[in-house]
Structures are given as C-alpha cells and as structure tokens.
T-cell receptor, first 114, second 120 residues
Framework: QKEVEQNSGPLSVPEGAIASLNCTYS??????FFWYRQYSGKSPELIMF????GDKEDGRFTAQLNKASQYVSLLIRDSQPSDSATYLC??????????????FGKGTKLSVKP | KAGVTQTPRYLIKTRGQQVTLSCSPI?????VSWYQQTPGQGLQFLFE???????NKGNFPGRFSGRQFSNSRSEMNVSTLELGDSALYLC???????????????????FGPGTRLTVL
C-alpha cells in the first residue's frame, strides 16, 4: 500500500516570505508527483506536477524532487495571504498514466499572515 | 465548458440506510474517479472508472460500489451506512492517456464541488 506523508501544520509564514512544504512517499517506483491546493470549503485544484529529479519552476511555485531520498517539496516564493490553503501531495496508485487514482497525503495547512 | 457536477450537494441519512451519489464529468472526459475526504483520514481514493469499467479500486469495504454509464456519468452507492461514512465525497474527471505514459497535464483531473454526506 503506497503511502504519502506530510506534516499537517499549520505552517505560518509572514507575507512575502518563502513557504516550504514537504512530502515523503513510500514507493520507490513512483514516477509522477502532484501538488494540489485546496481552499477551505472548496475542491482540490492541481498547481504543480513533477517527474524528474531536481527543480521545476512555475511562477512563484517551485517543486523539488529527490527520488533517492523519496521526498518532494513545494516552495512558494513571495507568499501572499491568498496562498493560505491546504496543500496536498499525491502520487498515482499505479503507473498507467492516469491522474484519476491518486494517493494523497493528509495535507499541510498553510497560513500567510499579512 | 461546464465543469464537473455532482448531485446532490448535501445529504443527511441515518445509519443502516443506503445512498446513491451522482457525478457528471466534463464533456469529453471519459475517466471518472471518486474520493472520500474526512478530517481524520484526508482525501482517499475510492475507485476509478473508464468506459463503464472499473480500472482501479482503493482500500474501502464492499459497501462502497460504483458504476459508470455509456454517457460517462457515474454513480457511487454506499449501503448499510455507518457513522464513519460521514464525509465529503468528491468526483473528478479526466482524459485517459493512450498507451503507457506518465500522468501529466494533458490528463489532469478536475474535481467537482462534492457531496457532503452526514450520517446520523
């Protein structure tokens, strides 16, 4: 049974700071990794995905993957109060290319203080 | 383009009853997945359907079942409800990739608003 672990938080950072969210996974064979954001009372939405070791940047978001250590992280630069949400890390249940069978971590709640 | 729709949005049932939830995917999406979200366990995968066939199943008891129709709409059913079944049930739809490949942006799954089930 694949497992994905995240620190539940809450993680509190001041506006403009870098928020660092971490995730570890149990299956060494996992190849795709996803970060979802979920605002309170809303559905999850995909913000980043990463396949390869190293960093992937998209605007203020950077995903970092280290397969040898089995962790993936999400950095949010210049954090804004609107980034306050729960961030969910996920890996596919199998390797069939579908995103429709994701195993999620329990999420890290981020609070950005003005 | 309309998003994923789920009905009903809220439901209250009592222990021992059964419930059926409905999901209509984004037009053109043929893959539908179901997830259960609770404060304690987080977001957990229930099952995934494509072309009326269940492709994957999570670690839930047999009381949880689903099906998909030829128009890609999907339903999930929970029989003999228990208090612990109180949760937000989310449906998501996506394209399914052709052939073996890594999951990527072309088959991003989009979540519906969910059905909030309360079991008394």
């Amino acid at each position: 049974q694949k497992e994905v672990e995240q620190n539940s938080g809450p993680l509190s950072v001041p506006e403009g700071a870098i928020a660092s969210l971490n995730c570890t996974y149990s299956d060494r064979g996992s190849q795709s990794f996803f970060w979802y954001r979920q605002y309170s009372g809303k559905s999850p939405e995909l913000i980043m995905f990463i396949y390869s070791n190293g960093d992937k940047e998209d605007g203020r978001f950077t995903a970092q993957l280290n397969k040898a250590s089995q962790y993936v992280s999400l950095l949010i630069r210049d954090s804004q109060p609107s980034d306050s949400a729960t961030y969910l890390c996920a890996v596919p249940m199998n390797y069939g290319g579908s995103q429709g069978n994701l195993i999620f971590g329990k999420g890290t709640k981020l609070s950005v203080k003005p | 383009k309309a998003g994923v729709t789920q009905t009903p949005r809220y439901l209250i049932k009592t222990r021992g009853q059964q419930v059926t939830l409905s999901c209509s995917p984004i037009s053109g999406h043929r893959s539908v997945s179901w997830y259960q979200q609770t404060p304690g366990q987080g977001l957990q995968f229930l099952f995934e359907y494509f072309s009326e066939t269940q492709r994957n199943k999570g670690n839930f008891p047999g009381r949880f079942s689903g099906r998909q129709f030829s128009n890609s709409r999907s339903e999930m059913n929970v029989s003999t409800l228990e208090l612990g079944d109180s949760a937000l049930y989310l449906c998501a739809s996506s394209h399914l990739p052709q052939g073996p490949r890594l999951a990527g942006p072309e088959n991003e799954q989009f979540f519906g608003p969910g059905t909030r089930l309360t079991v008394l």
